[in-house]
């Protein structure tokens, strides 16, 4: 009898074990979930913010500007003998393409459009020049004149929405691809892309493609329809001439260049052989001849140009040069304070003092000139994330709002914050982080870490 009472005692006390067990499970369940659904809602990602830098020299804004920029370029571009290459070509447009024979013949005269620009295209050779060899001879001179110029466009300016991240060449109020309800954010391109579009009666027209006589046009089109047609007579109209440049706006390199003729090409042709029966008829079609230079200029990039280093721990750089050889070339490394951050002649650096940052410089020589770049390394511990105190709130104006920031992990070493608004007119924040209600409206307060720009975001009504 008394072994039952034990056995049932035992048997009680497990089952309350086991249920203690599951509601000790529930509770880390619950509380996980709603820890973690926490941690998803407050990240929100990086967005490192606009960098508008203004270049070496400033945009172009008028014909004048252009002339003056792209001469300046090219000048300093011969003078300095970056490595260079010419080529030509020629593209014909399909949707051009019209002829007073059938439908069956326009249709075939589109199908072969492709295998004739190849064959055009292969007439013609690039020639190219070395690093520091004279590129004179194979380049037409541009020297333009404002006169010359009768419409000027420059892109370097785009926009990007600070939620996904999609980029527009205008300023949507708001992003179609996430629906992020606020504007895009203004941002600079590496390269001003200029085109020129340049009067009928300009120099260029003849100095950069010299018009072609009707017996050479014949020369030129007459082989590569040999196969179909006899050509009886071509008529050339030419029409535009672009000039399209592109320079490193920090550094007034020029990245390429080019001239882009458009003309319009009507052909009268016996069709012969198997195409006989097609009898004669024209054709006519747009052309464009384009003449273009690239040039590669000698340098040193560094894959990273900002770092996080933890102390006593180590990492590495990648230099990746541009020169002939670049595998026979030396990389001196360097570091601006050896108290802070090491760095060995292989690119690999270790951070010693916590919460010091120093610069990292790799240089070469090549052809009698310096060539370098530098990253910038903070010795701690990097931020992994970041929360705002609150996520919405609702203002009368006039009203303030003291916004707190935490930084993930407790031990990150810089726990600055830079904080924005998307709408002046509705909220403005302060450096502390303190809201101010402004007027009626939405709008979105945000922090971005100082240190990899990890994004928090308050959504603020004013009524």
Sequence with gaps: MENVEISERKRKQTKILYIAVIVVLCL????GFFWGLDRVLALEGTFPPAALKEGLTPAPVSGQDACDFLNASVEKALADRPKATRSESIGIDGD????DLSDRVLATLKLVRGSVEDKLNDGFESQSVGFSEDFTPYFASADLQPADVQEMDVDY??????????????????????EYPYPYLQHYRDNYTVTLTLATDSALHKDVFKPLSKKEAVALIAPELKDVCDVKDIDVTY????????????????????YNKTMTVTVKVAFTGAYAALGEGSFTADLT????????WPGLSLNKHTANVEPKASDNLLATLTCDDPAKMTVTW???DPNILTVDEDGYYKGLL??????????FEFNGKTYSDSCDVTVGYAVEGSKLSHRKATLATGDTLPLEVKINPAKATIRTVTWYTTDETVATVNAEGVVTAVGNGQCEIYSLT??????????????
């Design 354 to 363: 916590e919460g010091g940052r120093a610069t990292i410089t790799a240089s």
């Design 28 to 31: 880390m369940f619950v509380v």
């Design 289 to 296: 001849r384009r003449q273009k230079y690239d040039f590669t």
């Design 334 to 336: 360097t570091s601006s």
């Design 450 to 463: 100082d240190d990899g720009f990890y994004k928090s975001t308050c959504e603020v009504t004013v009524q």
């Design 239 to 258: 029409n535009e001439l672009t000039v399209n440049y592109c320079v490193r706006r920090m550094t007034n390199e020029l990245q390429w260049l080019s």
């Design 157 to 178: 300016i785009y926009y990007q929405c600070r939620n996904c991240g999609a980029e527009s060449d205008e300023q949507p109020e708001r992003c179609d691809a996430c």
């Design 96 to 99: 051009s393409i019209q002829t």
